[in-house]
Nanobody
Framework: VQLQASGGGLVQAGGPLRLSCAAS????????VGWFRQAPGKEREFVAA????????RYADSVKGRFTMSRDNAMSTAYLLMNSLKSEDTAVYYC?????????????????????WGQGTLVTVSS
């Protein structure tokens, strides 16, 4: 599965932005999808994940209530709608896909458990 993240850019604090993760070359619908981010000088951290059939969504506490993740299996694309953006949301955002029978509720917040990664898209929030 090849992943292409897009939609990043410069946005003012409090504004919205939607990221997309387009998949090709595999069975997108068979994989859970996660979003992770990495700010300068920091470790990569979990943001959100969605199960194969959208039954389960999982969010980091720092984005809960502001970010919404969805997917369209017919389009082989996952989305991350980010509202009420803060300067601390500035980071490179990566989408990832994976599938493991051991995952609780079909998702994981652990980056090492994902098998496929996109190239990242930069989100810069100006205050």
């Amino acid at each position: 599965v090849q992943l292409q993240a897009s939609g990043g850019g410069l946005v003012q604090a409090g504004g919205p932005l939607r990221l997309s993760c387009a998949a090709s070359g595999g069975t997108f619908r068979s994989h859970a999808v996660g979003w992770f981010r990495q700010a300068p000088g920091k470790e990569r951290e979990f943001v959100a994940a969605i199960s194969r059939t959208s039954t389960t969504n999982r969010y980091a506490d720092s984005v809960k209530g502001r970010f919404t993740m969805s997917r369209d299996n017919a389009m082989s694309t996952a989305y991350l709608l980010m509202n009420s953006l803060k300067s601390e949301d500035t980071a490179v955002y990566y989408c990832a896909a994976g599938r493991r029978t051991s995952w609780n509720y079909g998702t994981s917040a652990t980056a090492a458990e994902y098998d496929y990664w996109g190239q990242g898209t930069l989100v810069t929030v100006s205050s």
